[in-house]
Structure formats: structure tokens, C-alpha cells
T-cell receptor, first 115, second 114 residues
Framework: NAGVTQTPKFQVLKTGQSMTLQCAQDMNHNSMYWYRQDPGMGLRLIYYSASEGTTDKGEVPNGYNVSRLNKREFSLRLESAAPSQTSVYFC??????????????FGEGSWLTVV | GENVEQHPSTLSVQEGDSAVIKCTYSDSASNYFPWYKQELGKRPQLIIDIRSNVGEKKDQRIAVTLNKTAKHFSLHITETQPEDSAVYFCAAKTPLSGNTPLVFGKGTRLSVIA
């Protein structure tokens, strides 16, 4: 049981390049999330998927797209990377119920640098 | 939407002393309040949580208290140890729909000085 797995762990991009961060969970969770973490800014939600087939914008969605490929997988795409997207990205998942299973489990993070 | 404010942003305590981190939330309908600990270079991990029908919850050296009237909740760590040094995040969740995301505070960097 690996939990939440995200790849790559480290990536350096040039401005304007595109890339996709991959995320998969093996906990049969309904909900999946992408957060970015910057110094002093906490964890900011980029996009989330409440259930398979749905995606919604979070607090900072500009410059990103997502795909909920199936119940296990939720990818984050940067179409044209900018230095402001240099950050640590965390994928996460939760069972999603309001009465139980609210715990969010995070992946190990992806360190992205845009030069 | 929900807004969560967390104070202080940094906290230094002597080993053995207590540490208290406070958070306020804006949406009175929020009903779930977890705390996450993030060690340097690691992922955030849940350490304790509380629901709105409970006023206090303890787990060994950590406790969380909730004041629904004032819309604030706090994390208390007693007998702090160097391994408690980390960034701590509070969060809140509203029950508008089953899968609305948690809203996180900006974090508190706790340093325990040996």
C-alpha cells in the first residue's frame, strides 16, 4: 500500500516549456487534490476533483490544467511554465465523506524550478 | 468561502515547555478541524483532528481545543521535544457538499530549543 505517489520528484524547466505532474493513489479515495506550497504562503489549492469525472478550480488555478484520468489518477499540467510557478507541488487524496474520511493524505511532493 | 488565519507564524520554545498555536475560521458552518505537521523536506501528515461536536481532544502530548462561538481552535503541545520542531498547519472544512476541500492556514514554524 503505497498511499499517494507523485512523479517526478524534482524537475527543472525552462520558461515556456510544458510538463505534466503525475499522481496516483491506491486507497480507493474519491477525492484528489493538487496543492502548491511556497514559503510563507502555506498550502494553496490549485485544482481538485471531488469524484471521478469532475474537476473544480481552487484558489490558484491560473496557468494549470488537470485531468482526472480515472479514480486512481489525477494529473496536473503546466502548459507554458513561468518562473512564478517555481514551487513544491503536493498531490493529495481523501475518502471525501463529510461524516468520515476527511483526512487528506499527501504525496511526497514534487520540487519544480522554472528558470 | 472559508478563510483560516493562523498565529503565530513562527514560535520558539525551550525543550520541555508548552507550545500553543491558534487558528480562527470564518465560516460558522465548518465542522472539521485537522492539524498537520510537516517536517523539513517531508509531506504534511495529520497529527490530530477535532469535529464541531467536540470541545477538546487529546492524544498523548498534543491536544486540540475548539471554541465554536468564537470560531477559533488551538493546538497545544506539552513537554516539547526537539522532534516536535516542524511546520504545523491548521485547516477547516465546511459541509456544503461531501467533498469540499480543506482550507489551510499559512502555517507555524515551531522550533524547540534543546
Amino acid at each position: 500500500n503505497a498511499g499517494v505517489t507523485q512523479t517526478p520528484k524534482f524537475q527543472v524547466l525552462k520558461t515556456g516549456q510544458s510538463m505534466t505532474l503525475q499522481c496516483a493513489q491506491d486507497m480507493n479515495h474519491n477525492s484528489m487534490y493538487w496543492y502548491r506550497q511556497d514559503p510563507g504562503m502555506g498550502l494553496r489549492l490549485i485544482y481538485y476533483s471531488a469524484s471521478e469525472g469532475t474537476t473544480d478550480k481552487g484558489e490558484v488555478p491560473n496557468g494549470y490544467n488537470v485531468s482526472r484520468l480515472n479514480k486512481r489518477e489525477f494529473s496536473l499540467r503546466l502548459e507554458s511554465a513561468a518562473p512564478s510557478q517555481t514551487s513544491v507541488y503536493f498531490c493529495a487524496s481523501s475518502a471525501g465523506s463529510t461524516t468520515s474520511g476527511n483526512t487528506i493524505y499527501f504525496g511526497e511532493g514534487s520540487w519544480l524550478t522554472v528558470v | 468561502g472559508e478563510n483560516v488565519e493562523q498565529h503565530p507564524s513562527t514560535l520558539s520554545v525551550q525543550e520541555g515547555d508548552s507550545a500553543v498555536i491558534k487558528c480562527t475560521y470564518s465560516d460558522s458552518a465548518s465542522n472539521y478541524f485537522p492539524w498537520y505537521k510537516q517536517e523539513l523536506g517531508k509531506r504534511p501528515q495529520l497529527i490530530i483532528d477535532i469535529r464541531s461536536n467536540v470541545g477538546e481532544k487529546k492524544d498523548q502530548r498534543i491536544a486540540v481545543t475548539l471554541n465554536k462561538t468564537a470560531k477559533h481552535f488551538s493546538l497545544h503541545i506539552t513537554e516539547t521535544q526537539p522532534e516536535d520542531s516542524a511546520v504545523y498547519f491548521c485547516a477547516a472544512k465546511t459541509p456544503l457538499s461531501g467533498n469540499t476541500p480543506l482550507v489551510f492556514g499559512k502555517g507555524t514554524r515551531l522550533s524547540v530549543i534543546a
